[in-house]
């Protein structure tokens, strides 16, 4: 093995640690958020942890200290629900004080169980109506490239927002306009409120969907960072004016087997007694 070599999977597994070690204390977050309510959409939020580390740890352009950093790259969270997710990611990345999550959905909180830009440093945009997010996505490629601006946007939306006709109606639009500066991140975790994914609304074959509207499409296993890592690099090899999208499968609750086989997972009710049991059972769940 040549050095140059030895080195660059040196690099490479550095990385992969730092990220795991990221999503291991974004879940540790979660979980004592969820605690604090009882309920809520903790099952998602463990399932994306892996991807958003990889997003926050190894993608977006930021500044901490200066969320609206006008060169920054936009993380657009189109799914609302999934707000504990994102302020424990933000807390990881040093936006939000770790401190401030124990305020979690309580009245005067700057972190409300739902998205809202207005409150939260570091979320772009109020989410919750789904099929929003992609509209408003292409909107800011097209002013960001207007401006010449180097920052990319980021739009992470759920599998069953792919239900809506306005995120078709708005990956057409990207494609027509090549707005190269457009990533969009889709949870694939099978579920929402009515019922398996799959049986409310069937979106498969979802990858050639996608590409048949114009954009460069790669599917990965949500929960494997290696997979994660190489998904993003892949994409960003292509044609630089296509739009693209990570479609991660994903499992709700993942690390947390008590809550990975739970049957009503979309909004988790989890007894008093079992968070310790989550607890317990997530420190065996470090990726090497």
């Known amino acids: ?8 999977q040196a690099a490479t597994g550095t ?10 204390r974004m879940r540790h977050n979660i979980i004592d958020m969820g605690e604090a309510q009882g309920q809520g959409y903790v099952g998602q ?3 994306v942890s ?3 580390a990889t997003v926050y740890r190894d993608r977006l352009r930021f500044r901490a200290d200066d969320p609206r950093w006008p060169d920054r790259d936009r993380f657009l969270l189109s799914i609302g629900h999934y707000a504990i997710a994102l302020y424990a990611a933000l807390a990881q990345a040093g936006i939000l004080d770790v401190e401030e999550l124990d305020t979690y959905a309580t009245d005067d909180s700057r972190l409300p169980m739902s998205a809202m830009a207005t409150y939260t440093p570091g979320m772009e945009i109020s989410g919750g109506s789904l099929g929003h997010g992609m509209p408003l996505a292409v909107g800011m490629a097209l002013g960001l490239r207007g401006r010449d601006s180097p920052a990319r946007v980021y739009n992470f939306l759920s599998d069953g927002e792919l239900n809506e006709g306005s995120t078709w109606e708005a990956a057409m639009s990207a494609s027509h306009h090549e707005l190269g500066n457009l990533t969009a991140v889709v949870d694939l ?3 929402q409120a009515d019922g398996a994914t799959g049986s409310v609304l069937r979106s498969e ?14 599917r990965v296993d949500g929960n494997d960072i290696s997979e994660l890592l190489r998904g993003f690099d892949h994409l960003e090899q292509g044609e630089s004016n296509r739009p693209r999208v990570l479609l991660c499968d994903t499992t709700i609750g993942k690390g947390v087997p008590l ?6 997972a979309h909004f988790m009710r989890v007894d008093e007694h079992e968070w310790q049991i989550a607890r317990e059972q997530l420190e065996g769940t470090v990726q090497s």
């Not at 990385?15 to 291991?24: S, V």
């Open 45 to 47: 939020a463990l399932g």
């Open 189 to 191: 975790n099978a579920l």
């Open 205 to 218: 074959p979802v990858v050639d969907k996608w590409e048949s509207f114009g954009w460069r499409a790669v």
């Open 50 to 52: 892996d991807l958003l």
């Open 1 to 8: 093995m040549s050095h140059a070599l030895s080195e660059a």
């Open 259 to 264: 809550l990975e086989n739970r049957e009503k």
């Open 15 to 24: 990385r992969k640690a730092e990220i795991a070690a990221f999503a291991h």
